[in-house]
């Protein structure tokens, strides 16, 4: 059994033993993974907001341009 | 591997890797040394060899592993041995110098049972001090916290704790068998019951994990593994109740019995807390005490087979075997 990749803080590497085919340990893939989930949360949140904004400022727009016309 | 190669007690109470243990030996206790001291007495040829001691000075006796190997082939046979095999061997304590072979053909078959179950109740109290330090292990960190699944277990240890201090001899036996009854059924329950197979059901690669219904996985891992940890301190605590309560009947080969009937399920329970290991952040203090746990945490009932390949070893002083002059 292989053990897995990851170096810890204090400089040692994790002690954990991998899965066949897998060059991490269960516990710091899916650390890795959770730390992925919270990027593309925090992505996917941007972009609702960012959409958000956008369809303010069309709205918005649209008022304004529909009120001068 | 064995649950035997696994663990081995060290003097410190550490416990390390079976490889580098000493050769077999047993070893006695304090309170068993006295004992064995008293059928080495009872031996002519040993008190006339520590007659011709120096005072002061500490010996060894060493038991050959065949003595142990004739007493269990049947002592019947005893008369028709003359070759030196059946003896022990007196030895310097600190220089390991031979002194002088003392030939046990005179022995009783009475006097050979008593240490042959000398022997098995040496090594029964071995297996307990083993699973004692299995138990402060796990306890240290699951210190303060309540396990409802101990509930049957924590009874018979009560049942076993009221038969240690029962005066009638007739009482003590029957509440002792009552907590061995409560004592085993709590551990095959538990058992049975601690749902282990989750760590199956994780998703192991990558993607899975990233589509997985469990946001963080880690923490999903860890609510169910505190579970399972708890449940196998309970199956700890009733197997080290159980060799205690079977040694006072002395009864090794129900012990013997009561361990076969568990052992492979308890084997799958181990491999499987190996496995929780991986999933447990390498700084838990979880950590070592799971490693402990897949590492055995049922007594090995092989210790109690091997005692006639063991070799008896017992330091003494002349005057203990054998009265000064004039005394």
């Known amino acids: 059994m292989k053990t897995c990749k990851e170096i810890l803080l204090d400089g040692k590497p994790c002690p954990n033993q991998v899965d066949e085919g897998q060059e991490y340990c269960p516990f710091h893939l899916a650390d890795q993974d959770a730390k992925a ?12 907001v960012l959409g958000l904004v956008a369809t303010g400022i069309y709205k918005v727009a649209k008022f304004v341009v529909s009120k001068k016309l | 591997m064995p649950n035997k190669d696994n663990i081995v007690i060290q003097p410190d109470g550490e416990i ?56 269990k082939e049947g002592s019947a046979r005893l008369d028709k041995i003359d070759n030196g095999l059946l003896s022990t061997t007196i030895r310097d304590a600190k220089t390991g110098r031979f002194i ?15 240490l042959n179950q000398l022997a098995t109740q040496q090594t029964l109290a071995n297996i307990v001090h083993r699973l004692e330090i299995l138990d402060e292990k796990i306890n240290d960190v699951l210190q303060g916290q309540t396990n409802d699944r101990l509930a049957e277990v924590e009874s018979g240890i009560h049942i076993y704790e009221q038969a240690i201090v029962a005066s009638n001899p007739d009482v003590r036996r029957e509440l002792l068998v009552s907590a061995m009854q409560q004592l085993n059924d709590g551990r095959t329950r538990l058992i049975k019951s601690t749902n282990i197979s989750f760590i199956d059901k994780l998703p192991r690669n990558r993607l899975g994990k990233f589509f997985s219904r469990y946001w963080d996985i880690n923490k999903h891992v860890q609510s169910k593994a505190e579970l399972v940890w708890k449940e196998a301190h309970a199956i700890v605590k009733a197997s080290r ?32 807390m190996g496995e929780i290991v991986n999933w447990l952040s390498p700084t838990s203090n979880w950590r070592e005490s799971l490693t402990t746990i897949s590492q055995g ?8 087979d091997d005692i006639s390949q063991k070799t008896i070893i017992v330091e003494f002083q002349p005057k203990e075997i054998a009265p000064p002059e004039g005394v």
């Open chain 2, 100 to 114: 002088d072979r003392v030939n046990l053909k005179e022995v009783t078959p009475d006097l050979l049972s008593s």
């Open chain 2, 16 to 71: 390390i890797s079976h490889t580098a243990s000493q050769p077999d030996a047993i070893v006695f206790d304090e309170e068993k040394r006295q004992k064995l001291i008293q059928i080495l007495r009872q031996i002519p040829a040993i008190v006339d060899v520590a007659k011709r001691l120096s005072e002061g000075k500490t010996y060894k006796a060493i038991i050959a592993p065949e003595a142990l190997e004739r007493i």
């Open chain 2, 297 to 304: 945490v049922l007594p090995n009932i092989r210790d109690l």
């Open chain 2, 241 to 272: 109740y159980l060799v205690i309560a079977y040694s006072a009947l002395n009864e090794p080969d129900s012990l013997r019995v009561s361990l076969e009937q568990v052992e492979s399920e308890v084997k799958f329970f181990q491999d499987k």
């Open chain 1, 37 to 48: 989930k919270k990027k593309f949360s925090i992505a996917a949140g941007a972009v609702t």
